[in-house]
């Protein structure tokens, strides 16, 4: 697609994924409207430090208000909607809040999405919806499983998306993405995590150290992003976006850590686990679907994507709070 003149909103414009998103339209020429968390005090996210930041408009509002979305709607051809609580440790301590930022959230955008007639809207889900794999790869007919309340309210999210295209004809994606990582990422998720302990000594403390995860990094998902947007068989569709590569969390921080230059000792830490049935056991793709109408596979290996994190968390460390576990 050319995105020339396209006139987009992205919504989670602020966080990981969404600000890569935002910032990769926006140099495609694509006129971005990037919707962010209100706060008092006027922070946009990672947005703030992008050089790209004036070439947008941003919009500060709360997912579930009807009124702005409907007004950040206006003369949008194609929607990303990536606003979501997405820390599965705090789904446990604050359910009520995953259901109506997750899944009311979701609703308001695609009402609003709806009443304005937008061409697509790109509704973003998550590998953690299938829960533990039953079979591999997990292709996207796999039985769903919300372990946790976080993945719970995706599925609650998928599903209304699910409806709007059924019972209305709205065109939907919803696109699975598998555990990115890259530049920017919170502190909270593995890979920072072990990083960030990793530029401190060789003792690397994590939960459940046997689960096993598909690691994309970003730049393919941005890229999965943007080709969900103009391929014209993915309406209606689920998709996954994964590598169809997996490893467990402690050969990870072993890898990691070579990749530093350190031999660590991994360690798990019984405050991260998550209960028991909650843990998700092993996730690893089937992208097939993402090939076949998509045309998308990713191109960046593990290892490298691993380098380029590193190297970024070691230069921006200050911008995290590593001061101990973080919901």
Known sequence: MNWRGRR???????GFIGSHLAEELTRQGART???????????????????????????????????????????????????????????????ESYVRTNVVGTLRVLQAAREANVARV??????????????VPIGEDHPLQGQSPYS?????????????????????????????????QSARAVIPTIVTQCLDGERIRLGALTPTRDLTYIADTAEGFLAAAAAEKAVGETINLGTGREIAIGDLAVLIGRLMGKTVRVESDPERLRPAASEVGR??????????????????????GLRRTIEWLAANRHRLRTDGYVL
Request: net charge neutral; hydrophobic share 40%; glycine share 8%.
């Open 8 to 14: 987009v909103l992205v919504t989670g414009a602020g």
């Open 33 to 95: 409207r990037a919707l962010v968390r209100y706060n008092s005090t006027g922070r946009h996210g990672w947005l703030d430090d992008s050089p790209l930041k004036t070439d947008m408009e941003i919009v500060a509002a709360d997912i579930t208000d009807r009124d702005l979305l409907k007004s950040a709607m206006r003369e949008i051809e194609i929607v990303f909607h990536l606003a979501a609580l997405i820390a599965i440790p705090y789904s446990y301590h604050a359910p």
């Open 122 to 135: 790109i509704q973003t889900s998550t590998s953690e919806v299938y829960g533990t794999a039953r079979h």
């Open 152 to 184: 719970a309210s995706k599925i609650g999210a998928d599903k209304i998306a699910e409806s709007f295209y059924l019972a209305y004809g709205l065109p939907v994606v919803t696109l699975r993405p598998f555990n990115t990582f890259g530049p920017r």
């Open 283 to 304: 996730l690893k793709s089937d992208n097939g679907r993402a090939r076949m109408l998509l045309g998308w596979q990713p191109k960046t290996l593990l290892e490298d």
